[in-house]
């Protein structure tokens, strides 16, 4: 009886550590997105003065190489046994969310002061595919929400 308590006290604080996880991807996955609208605002010359391609594409950097340390502390976060292929497949789809959000700031073209919308639209609409694969993976866990 008292080995099962330890092992529901694991599961709670590995569910509390998922729903840390989900809660700053769900953070990058709004600035990666209000990145989205403001190179939109750009190219439609509907921007405030001070933005441009140029400083969102460092930002966007900046922030694709926090995510790459998210996710790096994601693979080194202990799991239970339980939930090792869960967290595999997370970690997994947070990595082709990742490739998907390079993929997107590389449309942006600042030195011409451009943005190939197709590879941005393309990329964006994976991220939803890829935002719906994790949450099919989420479903069913008690006490973790995305």
Same mark, same amino acid.
């Given at each position: 009886?008292?080995?099962?308590? $330890?092992?529901? %006290?694991?599961?709670?604080?590995? #569910?509390?550590? /998922?729903?840390?996880?989900?809660? %700053?991807?769900?953070?990058?996955?709004?600035?990666?997105?209000?990145?989205?609208?403001?190179?939109?605002? @750009?190219?439609?010359?509907?921007? /405030?003065?001070?933005?441009?391609?140029?400083?969102?594409?460092?930002?966007?950097? &900046?922030?694709?190489? &926090?995510?790459?340390?998210?996710?790096?502390?994601?693979?080194?976060? =202990?799991? =239970?046994?339980?939930?090792? $292929?869960?967290?595999? *497949?997370? /970690?997994?789809?947070? %990595?082709?969310?990742?490739?998907?959000?390079?993929? #997107?700031?590389?449309? @942006?073209?600042?030195? &011409?002061?451009?943005?190939?919308? *197709?590879?941005?639209?393309? #990329?964006?609409?994976?991220?939803?595919?890829?935002?719906? %694969? @994790?949450?099919?993976?989420?479903?069913? @866990?008690?006490?973790?929400?995305?």
């Amino acid at each position: 009886m008292r080995e099962k308590m $330890k092992e529901t %006290r694991f599961e709670k604080e590995y #569910a509390l550590t /998922l729903n840390k996880i989900l809660a %700053r991807f769900t953070m990058f996955d709004d600035v990666f997105g209000e990145y989205k609208r403001t190179v939109q605002k @750009i190219t439609r010359g509907r921007c /405030l003065a001070s933005e441009n391609l140029k400083d969102l594409a460092g930002y966007w950097h &900046q922030n694709c190489e &926090q995510f790459h340390l998210f996710l790096e502390r994601i693979g080194t976060t =202990p799991a =239970p046994a339980e939930f090792m $292929k869960l967290h595999r *497949t997370l /970690l997994a789809e947070m %990595r082709n969310y990742y490739n998907e959000v390079c993929t #997107a700031q590389q449309a @942006i073209n600042w030195m &011409q002061n451009s943005c190939c919308q *197709t590879t941005l639209q393309s #990329a964006f609409s994976e991220l939803t595919e890829v935002k719906e %694969r @994790i949450d099919e993976t989420l479903e069913g @866990i008690n006490g973790v929400a995305m």
